[in-house]
């Protein structure tokens, strides 16, 4: 019994996410490709490209960041780039003294300027602390790209480019936004190498 339920699982949950990948690969070609071309060219200005999400999307922006900074698929320079998510001094210490709304926002502030990029991660689109890192990095003439999910949220109406996978739940919007992040590493690693 319990091995029919787990054969069962395994196939409906992996055949959803494939089928929500080739339904990302059918509708957001575009936009991704957009939002390659953004940290490309933030890149080859000299700027830096931040990260920032909660949770399961704070684990994917600090992957990103690392593959950005370290390597994707090819030796390379490293590229600029940051998770704001990785500090627990940072972030408890303004937690504490601010709120936890303001734990990116600061950062954005301190550490950002026009031209660099930040990339901000909700599934849901509404988390507080992402809508107002993403407020105080266009005050700053910072690009601003989110990742979301199904409607987007207010961070959709906020972010300059906005990446919505026409997804619901939260783990199947994190597998596709873990999908498009190592697809937008590869692009920006070509389009790199052909400087």
């Known amino acids: 019994m319990w091995r029919c339920l787990v054969t069962s699982t395994i196939q409906s949950g992996l055949n959803n996410t ?3 990948l080739q339904r990302v690969a059918a509708e957001m070609a575009p936009q991704i490709v957009s939002v390659a071309e953004r940290m490309l060219a933030c890149l ?3 700027g830096k490209i931040a990260l920032c999400g909660n949770g399961g999307s704070a684990s994917q922006a600090q992957h990103l960041a690392g593959e950005l900074v370290g390597r994707f698929r090819r030796e390379r320079p490293a590229y600029a780039a940051l998770a704001l998510n990785t500090d627990t001094a940072i972030l408890t210490a303004i937690g504490n003294d601010y709120g936890y709304e303001e734990v990116f ?3 954005v502030e301190g550490l950002l300027k026009p031209g660099d990029m930040l990339i901000a991660l909700s599934t849901s689109g509404n988390a507080e ?3 107002q ?3 105080e990095a266009k005050q700053r003439g910072v690009v601003t790209v989110g990742l979301t999910g199904q409607g987007g949220g207010r961070l959709a109406e906020t972010a300059g480019l906005c990446l919505c996978v026409p997804h619901t739940q939260t783990s199947t919007v994190q597998e596709a936004h873990l999908a498009i992040g190592h697809l ?3 692009l920006v690693e070509a ?3 052909e400087d």
């Open 191 to 193: 389009g790199m190498a």
């Open 44 to 46: 080859r200005d000299g």
């Open 184 to 186: 937008l590493c590869e």
């Open 105 to 107: 926002r600061r950062q």
């Open 133 to 135: 890192a993403v407020v």
């Open 129 to 131: 602390n992402i809508i």
């Open 18 to 20: 494939a089928s929500l």
